[in-house]
């Protein structure tokens, strides 16, 4: 009888493993959340584009997480990343790439500097490429990687960053405080 209990026991163990879903712990580093707006304009033929999710960005440059949901907190897109590579998961499916750059160019047709935002939304340019401070100084912000960084709200938490290289990419932060 009590070899019957510990088969059960075991059964009961494994189909409760087997129902739960196991999410990979957050990379080390700081998280930033928010709400994200990215709108990339029509240019060559191809039509414009833009997400607007919340977000949470976790890790770092070299090693994180970025989750997207939308208003309803549905999980939209999952991207994690390492030297090894890029993972994007939706509910396409997982796709994999060879870094950050590639990642974003297939999800918005073109490249974000996703490592520059770790900074960039804390209010400072990223050091990992020279910037320039706005001219004139009243317009709080900097440039950087051909990117206009705007900070002039940036105590109520919105950042905004421009490309101006077409097409045009905009992305708006609301990053939670």
Known sequence: MSRWRVTVA???????SACTTVQPP???????????????DASMGQPARS???GFELAGSPLAGRMSLTSLL????????WSP????????DGESRFGDLDALTREMLGESLPVAALFDWLRGRPWAGAPSQATTPPAEAGFDQLGW?????????GLVVAQRAAPPQVTVRAQVDR
């Not at 998280?31 to 994200?36: N, T």
């Open 10 to 16: 075991a059964a009961a163990a494994a189909l409760v």
């Open 26 to 40: 957050a990379p080390p580093g700081d998280s930033l959340s928010g709400r994200l707006a990215v709108k990339v």
């Open 51 to 53: 997400v607007t999710a």
């Open 73 to 80: 907190g549905t999980m939209v897109a999952q991207a994690d």
């Open 84 to 91: 090894d590579g890029a993972r994007l998961v939706t509910s």
């Open 148 to 156: 206009s960084v705007r900070l002039g709200r940036s105590d109520d």
